[in-house]
């Protein structure tokens, strides 16, 4: 093994990733190969001559890593991981090999059955027990194939969208997403709306239980204030004449702006860190080398108990204030850069909860409207919407294997110019993600299976990969 410092670690090997998909909700993984290195650490080794535990004792092996690249989830907890080290090319990994000795008789080397905690943008290992038995099998067979099987059995909740989705976010009785959506201009794409934008105005109890009623009515009183001083104070000011220099102002931020001001009237803590931030931008300005915040200093305040309070404002003027004006697929792109550009990570995740709760109940979208919506779940880190889109996607080849004749058509050719526009990115990138994710998704085995202890189904995943130990 190549050691690259002290401590450091060399990865020996790195499979394609793969996707475990089920429903619209889909995790990207790849497996690793790598050594461990403490020869030059003295305390490590110290240490591991007075320990009596096989895994200190050992000053390097092999190590087996299941990383988790992405996912709607930041963590996935109480995943079963049976990893095993296949004996031969023929042997099946949907073989029930419990009662096997361990000697290869019914196909495989050695076998470990471990739970663990799945971190986003992370390694876990996925060997405790017997990593020597699996390191030192790697080792003997140098220049040989060493085939390993995985085995993920995921609780089934992971992959229910609603697990990830704001449950309060209201959905129209006239939808926006249509079956039968046959536009061609690009423009056109939301505009199938009801003429009064009914809504359901019901909120989901469990969010809003977390607020006293007391509570809830000052926060409407308070909201109903702001947003009828704000219409009165625009009525006045703006007359006929400044009527487009007033769109101009919408446009350029309004509604987030007018959004800071219901957080900080509802919110003390949001009111609070506005004026810190604002002496802070003040004392910035005033120093050389400092180009602005930190990109984790949202607007919001981070008081766990104000999260509720967040959520509802949020999904109060989203639903009252924004999502009646958003006709079209660039409203919503536009909305998404004002709460990038602002801060306000919370307005994301409501537009993001309404978008995915329409595809959730929506089937049959087109092609192109699906695209767009990737699009805009990869430039804006919406990853829920991301899953959905991708899965969606990725069952329809036929219709994505030819982007160049995709392009010919007017409606693809627009949505192409708008991508360009936004980010830089186009629409055959974006089909090859689609194309990549369908591979990854395709290295996968769902097996759907009731266990004895458990009374739920269990989605087990199973990935195949021959790992070349060459690479040693």
Avoid at 173 to 183: E, G, M, P, V
Wanted: charged fraction near 30%; aromatic fraction near 8%; charge should be negative.
């Amino acid at each position: 093994m190549r050691q690259l410092n002290d401590n450091e670690s060399v990865i020996l090997h790195v499979s394609p990733k793969f996707a475990t998909v089920h429903g619209q909700v889909a995790f990207q993984w790849s497996l690793q190969m790598r050594g461990t290195t403490f020869l030059n650490d003295k305390v490590e080794m110290e240490l591991a001559k007075g320990s009596q535990d096989e895994v200190e004792c050992e000053p390097n092996y092999i190590a087996l890593s299941l990383y988790f690249n992405d996912g709607p989830a930041p963590i996935i907890d109480n995943l079963q991981t049976i990893t095993k080290l296949l004996q031969n090319k023929k042997c099946s990994i949907d073989g029930n090999d419990d009662n096997d000795d361990g000697d290869g008789a019914n196909g495989y080397v050695v076998a470990e059955t471990k739970r663990l905690s799945a971190i986003r943008g992370k390694e876990t290992e996925l060997t405790t027990i017997q990593r020597f038995d699996f390191s030192n099998y790697i080792k003997e067979n140098v220049g040989q194939i060493v085939r390993l099987s995985i085995m993920l059995n995921f609780p089934v909740q992971v992959f229910e969208p609603s697990t990830y989705l704001n449950t309060l976010t209201p959905t129209p009785i006239t939808s926006f997403l249509t079956a039968n959506y046959r536009a061609r201009a690009s423009s056109k794409v939301f505009n199938r709306r009801s003429r009064k934008n009914k809504l359901l105005t019901n909120m989901d109890d469990n969010l809003r239980r977390r607020l006293s009623l007391k509570q809830q009515e000052d926060v409407e009183e308070i909201f109903n204030r702001i947003i009828n001083e704000e219409n009165e104070y625009y009525n006045k000011s703006h007359s006929e004449s400044d009527f487009k220099s007033y769109e101009g102002l919408q446009k350029a931020g309004y509604k987030t702006i007018l959004f800071k001001k219901l957080l900080m009237a509802c919110c003390d803590g949001c009111q609070k860190k506005a004026k810190i931030m604002e002496e802070e931008n003040f004392e910035m300005e005033q120093e050389d080398g400092l180009e602005g915040l930190d990109d984790e200093n949202t607007f919001e305040c981070n008081e766990q108990n104000k999260d509720a309070l967040h959520e509802m404002l949020a999904n109060m003027f989203f639903t009252r204030v924004a999502l009646p004006e958003m006709g079209f697929v660039e409203n919503f792109a536009d909305f998404l850069i004002d709460a990038e550009l602002n801060n306000l990570p919370v307005l994301k995740r409501v537009c993001e909860g309404y978008l995915c709760s329409e595809l959730n109940s929506k089937k049959d979208l087109i092609t192109s409207l699906l695209l767009e919506l990737l699009f805009l779940a990869i430039v804006f880190n919406l990853r829920v919407l991301k899953s959905m889109t991708l899965s969606e996607l990725s069952d329809r080849p036929d219709e994505l294997n030819g982007p160049d004749a995709l392009l010919a058509l007017d409606e693809y050719k627009s949505l192409d110019r708008r991508m360009i526009k936004l980010s830089g990115s186009n629409l055959v990138e974006v089909i090859e993600e689609v194309q990549r994710f369908r591979k990854q998704k395709l290295r996968t085995k769902l097996i759907k299976q009731i266990t004895k202890n458990i009374s739920d189904d269990i989605n087990q995943m199973k990935t195949d990969n021959n790992m070349n130990s060459a690479q040693l």
